[in-house]
């Protein structure tokens, strides 16, 4: 079964520097990898995924994320963090069959201090 | 486009009432989904809608829960006999057919049970 994992319930990181949110997969054949983002109260808002290509991932708000196969990873990255990035961040991967359905991870949140 | 549209934003019910959330997806897609997300948990899969036909249902939706998408367009939830255990923020999400598609998701339901 496809499933993801997200390590770290919580990330706090001062603004102005890198942050990283770790997600890794366990998957039969290619993984189809998302991340998504949710700000309190809110649905779940769609950052970048990988199908296949380049392994590094751009996406909105300045946000990528690495392809790692043989550490079977995912991780989001931004150079510079924000504090307005402070919010939940869920990664998920596509299930098996021919439809859409995610299943996600259990989610981190992102703490950015001033 | 508006977006995925969910309605009523909020809702609390007694225990043993019955309740009913509608998702109004982008009119293009083809493709809906019911999640449902508890505090600090990841989005968790209910049923899969394409078109009309209901194609998929979780073990998570009990016999209490039912969905339906007449004429593939909205979408309805209904709990029936509500219990403390439905509290849950209920997130409808829809996607185009074919292809890698990403999910987008509506604002979500809140759902309390006293």
């Known amino acids: 079964a496809q499933s993801v994992a997200q390590p770290e319930d919580q990330v706090n990181v001062a603004e102005g520097n890198p942050l990283t949110v770790k997600c890794t997969y366990s998957?039969?054949?290619?993984?189809?990898l998302f991340w998504y983002v949710q700000y309190p109260n809110r649905g779940l808002q769609f950052l970048l995924k990988?199908?296949?290509?380049?392994?590094l991932v751009k996406g909105s708000y300045g946000f990528e994320a690495e392809f790692n196969k043989s550490q079977t990873s995912f991780h989001l990255k931004k150079p510079s963090a924000l504090v307005s990035d402070s919010a939940l961040y869920f990664c998920a991967v596509r299930d098996m069959g021919n439809t859409d359905k995610l299943i996600f991870g259990t989610g981190t949140r992102l703490q950015v201090f001033p | 486009d508006t977006g995925v549209s969910q309605n009523p934003r909020h809702k609390i019910t007694k225990r043993g009432q019955n309740v009913t959330f509608r998702c109004d997806p982008i009119s293009e897609h083809n493709r809906l989904y019911w999640y449902r997300q508890t505090l600090g948990q990841g989005p968790e899969f209910l049923t899969y809608?394409?078109?009309?036909?209901?194609?998929?249902k979780s073990r998570l939706l009990s016999d209490r829960f039912s969905a339906e998408r007449p004429k593939g367009s909205f979408s309805t939830l209904e709990i029936q006999r509500t219990e403390q255990g439905d509290s849950a923020m209920y997130l409808c999400a829809s996607s185009p057919g074919g292809g890698a598609n990403v999910l987008t998701f509506g604002a979500g339901s809140r759902l309390t049970v006293l």
């Open positions: 990988y199908i296949t290509g380049d392994n």
């Open positions: 998957v039969s054949g290619n993984p189809y």
């Open positions: 809608f394409q078109n009309e036909a209901q194609l998929e």
